[in-house]
């Protein structure tokens, strides 16, 4: 079995994004959002902001299902494995996709982009972001000169907005940002939070600091979170067995990783594999 086999299905969302032009879209959330494919678990190379106008149902995001309802933000950060899964009434607002290269490449505040999750802004925060979705949207539909200049200044103050009411700290909160985006990419190998305090261009101790402050936990168990949450993706969506997964998480061998497994989930690998599999069928 080759590494690909056994992966989630690519979403049709990512060939939308590439046609149109591969660093931000802007679309409709009935439309391009939970559909066909949007139900199986799947990952972008994008962050996804999903904001709710309308409808019910739920969003799950790295194994942690959500409750969906209007005036919610999700955040999905670029990697983050999610689903929908489909409620009463269907789901009607606005999907912002971006790549950060857009602001980091082009010189903007990406250490803006907030943490991953659910949101529900207060009044005052939910009317300004329709208004800057509405002019996103605009811009993107009317392409006049200097487009391109005003969706990564929209875009920006978008971001900045999210990031008052997910990371209230301000600026510093990017730091925990970047770190969270770093955890998740540390998928393929088990990374210290020296080894992420070096790649920051900080000191551990300032890494610890301002991420616990951030997040309300230390940087070490977000990290160990993060290949936890890989694990029991490949656990509940692969074929892989114990030893395949442990070689593709970095782990020397099958059996340090089944003793990692326990020690953070309680259960053994097999046995977490089978829960979710009866769980499936039962559902």
């Known amino acids: ?28 959330l009935r439309t391009q959002g939970p559909g066909p494919t949007a139900y199986v678990p799947h990952r ?32 999905v950060a670029a990697g983050q494995m999610h689903h929908w899964v489909p409620g009463e009434i269907e789901v009607d607002g606005a999907l912002v996709l971006f790549r ?4 980091l490449g082009k010189g903007g505040p990406g250490d803006w982009v907030p943490l991953s999750g659910k949101w529900h802004p207060d009044p005052a ?4 972001i329709e208004a800057l979705i509405t002019q996103l949207e605009t811009e993107q539909r009317q392409r006049a000169v200097g487009y391109e200049l005003a969706i990564r200044s929209l ?15 301000g600026a510093g909160d990017g730091l925990a940002a970047q770190f969270e985006r770093l ?18 261009s900080v000191t551990p101790g300032h890494l610890s600091e301002v991420v616990s402050a951030a997040t309300g936990r230390p940087p070490g168990e977000i990290l160990r979170e993060a290949v936890m949450h890989e694990a029991q993706r490949l656990l509940a969506r692969s074929d892989f067995s114990c030893a395949q997964i442990a070689h ?11 003793r990692f497994f326990r020690r953070e989930a309680g259960m053994t690998p097999s046995r977490f594999r089978d829960l979710h599999r009866n769980h499936t069928h039962a559902a």
């Open 100 to 103: 950060t290269e857009l602001l």
């Open 248 to 258: 593709e998480l970095g782990f020397d061998d099958a059996s340090y990783f089944s």
């Open 44 to 75: 972008h190379d994008f962050v996804e902001l999903a904001w709710l106008r309308a409808g019910s149902g739920h969003h799950v995001i790295d194994l942690q299902e959500h409750a969906a309802e209007p005036g919610d933000l999700f955040i």
């Open 155 to 169: 875009l920006t103050a978008l971001l900045v907005l999210c990031g008052r009411f997910v990371s209230p700290g």
């Open 1 to 28: 079995m080759t590494a690909a086999q056994g992966r989630p299905p690519m979403h049709s969302l990512d060939a939308t994004m590439a046609a149109a032009g591969g660093l931000f879209l802007l679309g409709d």
């Open 125 to 128: 925060s939910a009317l300004r």
């Open 183 to 200: 955890a998740r990419q540390s998928r393929g190998e088990l990374r210290t939070v020296a080894d992420c305090a070096r790649e920051l």
